[in-house]
């Protein structure tokens, strides 16, 4: 008994190092999955503000990668729940969130937030994809020779059809204004979502990097900032991927192809749409790159301006500790380069990717230094804290919070995307106004 | 119905049914509770007796069940030696479980660090433990309410229902919480609510060779505990939070935070 509770580890001990004067219970708590958390958060919001800006606002520009944000965000909320699930300690209770929800804690709020837009994000999809649902109910019905594929499909297009069958020009319309009535409520629940997130840090008075009334107001804007770039940077491979399987007859490659009975659209074709709305969502990631710059740097500065008590160990974190994270990997490679890039004119597919891919790094380095930064000086200011992420686990508790975890999350949505897109095919091409 | 019968109806069931809900009085649990007994625990530490022998955080650890090897603690005794320049150093090794029995002091991963002695302005030990807040943060965000704060003034948790997300452990100013390493919920000090609810003294107050740790009633006047807080200069820690600690400190030095 004595030799097993000698090698006790506690939470948190694998991977914080120390250095001076610590708290004896001080660990770095809440480590990769919490960077992932308000990251993945983010990817959701941001990718459905991107479908709302042609749903709601009539940019007819970004009308094909709109319908492709709205699926892939849809691909995206189950994921925003995975990092809370992974690094709770009591995964199981989970659920205790939404059946007491203690309503002074920031927290317990996400249930409910989370869930109200799950439903709008669900509701959007299904008056998107109503037509297109019923159409393939027909179709796959008077089909004689269905294949495996598509005997699997035909019960749940019949299921989520929810029996509304009515294709007549009356109700289209009428899906069409719930579409924008939803998308419009769905932007503020969105910001709401993220904001909150933000709301989270933002509201522990004990951190003195996290406590400003800013913090929620940062994460909406990066939040958006990350969901663009990530619809840009997928949408671009996406788009590469069914170019190469175009042009060589993959079917297995494009699912819903295969859902619409293999309607194959010409490689030209798909090459002009890929430019254009590339394109034309990379200037609407610069505009939002401008306001969450902006914001952040202000931050800062109030923040050395003021020069509180916490200052002093604050400013140890970012120009020291945390100077190569902050400033050349955050603000230089995340920030600066990728928003030079966009800014050139003569502006190609393949910068505007590379650009979206750095503001990703960037976001994902902002989120990494609030959340480990913010816990990297002991509450006395007299000591730090460093984490090291677990590459190689050597039990759960280090492969949930370590780099497996983090890759988990990380291809979770493009696993769910792929069999969410052979039911709502992202890539469709509609001539209605949806 | 018509619009206007609707509308008569409805002023009509309201206006009534609000005089009938205002007749009934409204009584939480806790009002009910707080009619009895006057009783509001508080912890006093006297700075000027502590010697950082750590018999306290040895009997906590052993009371309460928190793994003697395992580098957490309810309670801990600082190490402060202020040197002539103004500068302060710390440590606390492994919560002073062991005691001070070295002159070096801890500094994690820059090693052992000595103080020559003529350098030393001033040294004392610092013993501490959860504050039992009036307001305490961690009850505020808690997100399924399983810390709680009892009416007597005692923040407990509630292991069969913490989920273990640690937003208490943020949430919390002074570093008392952690996870237990067994029970894998969140974990701090109870002022040993089993023991003191029965009329006993918590463990580490039992434990203390020279009375640097008291624990009482702070409604009762006659209290040596109330006594103390209410005659004597004592002072709380990090104040500006707001959290209205009730843990009080005699002979308290600015450096401790």
Known sequence: MVEQVAQMVVHGEAWTIKDLFVLPNEYVYWSIQIVMYPYMTGLVAGAFVLSSLYHVFNVERLKEIARYALVFSFALLPVAMMPLMLHLMQPLRGIHVLMTPHFTSAISAFGIVFMTYACIVAAEIWFVYRKFIVESVHRLNNKQDRSGLESLLLPIYKVISLGAMDISKEALDSDHKAVKFLAALGIPVACFLHGYAGFIFGSVKANALWMTPLMPVIFICSAVVSGIALCIVSYYIFMEIRKWAAKRGKNWLLPDALAQGGTAIPVEQLRSIQEHEVKMTSKYLLIFMTAAITLEILDMIFRGYTAVKSWDALRMVIYEHDFMKIFVYQYGLGNFLPFLLLLVPGLSTRRAVIASILVLFGVFMMRWNVVIGGQAFSLTFAGFMEYHLPIIPHDIETFKEGLGGMLSVIFAPFIIFYFLNMIFPAFMSDDEAH | ?257
């Open chain 2, 1 to 257: 119905m018509k619009r206007r019968d609707f509308l008569k109806n409805t002023a009509v069931f309201v206006a009534g049914a609000s005089v009938s809900v205002s007749a009934l009085d409204f009584i939480t649990p806790k009002e009910l509770f707080a009619a009895n007994p006057q009783l509001k625990w508080g912890f006093l530490v006297d700075t000027h007796k502590c010697v950082g022998c750590g018999f306290c955080v040895k009997a906590c650890k052993t009371e309460n069940d928190i793994p003697f090897e395992a580098n957490v603690t309810r309670t801990w005794v600082e190490r402060y030696v202020i040197k002539k320049d103004g500068d302060v150093v710390m440590d606390s090794p492994k919560g002073a479980r062991d005691g001070f029995t070295t002159k070096l002091l801890d500094q994690n991963h820059s090693g052992m660090t000595l103080v020559p002695e003529n350098e030393i302005a001033q040294a004392f030990f610092v013993p501490k433990l959860c504050n039992h807040c009036t307001t305490p943060a961690c009850v505020q965000v808690c997100p399924v309410g399983a810390t709680y704060q009892t009416a007597d003034g005692v923040v407990l948790v509630d292991r069969s229902w913490c989920i273990g997300c640690g937003y208490c452990i943020m949430g919390c100013p002074y570093g008392v919480r952690f996870f237990h390493p067994v029970e894998h919920v969140a974990d701090k000090c109870t002022f040993c609510y089993h023991r003191i609810s029965k009329g006993g003294d918590t463990a580490c107050a039992q434990a203390c060779p020279f009375d640097a740790r008291q624990i009482g009633n702070l409604k009762d006047p006659n209290d040596p505990v109330a006594q103390a807080v209410l005659n004597q200069r004592v002072g709380v820690l990090r104040d500006e939070y707001g959290t209205k600690p009730n843990v009080y400190y005699i002979g308290l030095n600015k450096e401790v935070r």
